[in-house]
Antibody, heavy 120, light 110 residues
């Protein structure tokens, strides 16, 4: 059974860079047809798609976040990561990693999410 | 890009049917058959309920169905049950290319 687990710092200072990693177990991140995504949810608010990556390194980002986001993949560790620069309080959210299926709107496996707060 | 528009809340009695709408544009919902629906209970990760407009993943009750007409997609829950009380989000592929979520709908079982 595929499992995704986010790990992150919990607290980040304003203007710094937020970094979160997703570890995939029970399956290979290099399997074709899968993209690996980051989605966030501010407390009490809705879901926001951040971006996704293919194991080859090909990425897609939300246009409104593109200038601050970098998603990378480490196939040797079966992990992918999110970096969000110049954070503000508005970036406080639960960050989820998930698996997307290429050629479909199917995002079928999700991590449990990790709360990252931005505060001095 | 703007979030897809959903009603803030929908309610129904046990056994009834309810429908949640999801309105976008020709650059997202109307342009692709890549609309999905997610159920989220408090404190939990979202769960995929419908993908590619009307397909159900294995294990999801056939009480859940999806459809699309023009720039609006819909999720119908028939035979409403107490366990269906949750937040529901639609999502669509966009021309950017990217994905965009809906504003979310709170379903209450009366």
């Amino acid at each position: 059974q595929l499992q995704l687990q986010e790990s992150g710092p919990g607290l980040v200072k304003p203007s710094e860079t937020l970094s979160v990693t997703c570890t995939v177990s029970g399956g290979s991140i290099t399997t074709s047809t899968y993209y690996w995504a980051w989605i966030r949810q501010p407390p009490g608010k809705g879901l926001e798609w951040i971006g996704s990556i293919y194991y080859s390194g090909s990425t897609y980002y939300d246009p409104s976040l593109k200038s601050r986001v970098t998603i990378s993949v480490d196939t040797s560790k079966n992990q992918f990561s999110l970096k969000l620069s110049s954070v503000t309080a508005a970036d406080t959210a639960v960050y989820y990693c998930a698996r997307e299926i290429e050629g479909s709107s199917r995002t079928d496996y999700w991590g449990q999410g990790t709360l990252v707060s931005v505060s001095s | 890009q703007s979030a897809l528009t959903q009603p803030a809340s929908v309610s129904g009695s046990p056994g009834q049917s309810i429908t949640i709408s999801c309105t976008g544009t020709s650059s997202d919902v109307g342009g692709y058959n890549y609309v999905s629906w997610y159920q989220q209970h408090p404190g939990k990760a979202p769960k995929l309920m419908i993908y590619d407009v009307s397909n159900r993943p294995s294990g999801v009750s056939n009480r859940f169905s999806g459809s699309k007409s023009g720039n609006t997609a819909s999720l119908t829950i028939s035979g409403l049950q107490a366990e269906d009380e949750a937040d529901y989000y639609c999502s669509s592929y966009t021309s950017s290319p990217s994905y965009v979520f809906g504003t979310g709908t709170k379903v209450t079982v009366l």
